[in-house]
Nanobody
Framework: EVQLQASGGGLVQAGGSLRLSCAAS????????IGWFRQAPGKEREGLSCISNSDGPTYYADSVKGRFTISSDNAKSTVYLQMNSLKPEDTAVYYC???????????????WGKGTQVTVSS
């Protein structure tokens, strides 16, 4: 059974940093693309970044480019999202998702974990 567990969210002041972790199990980690998404209240879920073993990081959303960095630790089957220079508009529930084929949009990713709340105070 594919399982994804996102963690590392919390409350942080604007300008601060957080590192989110997505621990994966139930599948061959190296064969899957794993992405980070977020959903703010009243807004659609948006893709932030994605990484695969074959391609490395594949994209960053314009809203986070230069501030967020995705990475993976294959030995730990974990994908990270380092978030720096956080802004109040980054407040959202953050999700990780996996797909056996490639990085894709919200509608493409096949497996989702429960989210972790990130709140950035001004």
């Amino acid at each position: 059974e594919v399982q994804l567990q996102a963690s590392g969210g919390g409350l942080v002041q604007a300008g601060g940093s957080l590192r989110l972790s997505c621990a994966a199990s139930g599948f061959t980690f190296d064969d899957y693309a794993i992405g980070w998404f977020r959903q703010a209240p009243g807004k659609e879920r948006e893709g932030l970044s994605c990484i695969s073993n074959s391609d490395g990081p594949t994209y960053y959303a314009d809203s986070v480019k230069g501030r967020f960095t995705i990475s993976s630790d294959n030995a730990k089957s974990t994908v990270y999202l380092q978030m720096n220079s956080l802004k109040p508009e980054d407040t959202a529930v953050y999700y990780c998702a996996a797909d056996p084929f490639k990085c894709g949009s919200v509608s493409v990713m096949g497996y989702w974990g429960k989210g972790t709340q990130v709140t950035v105070s001004s």
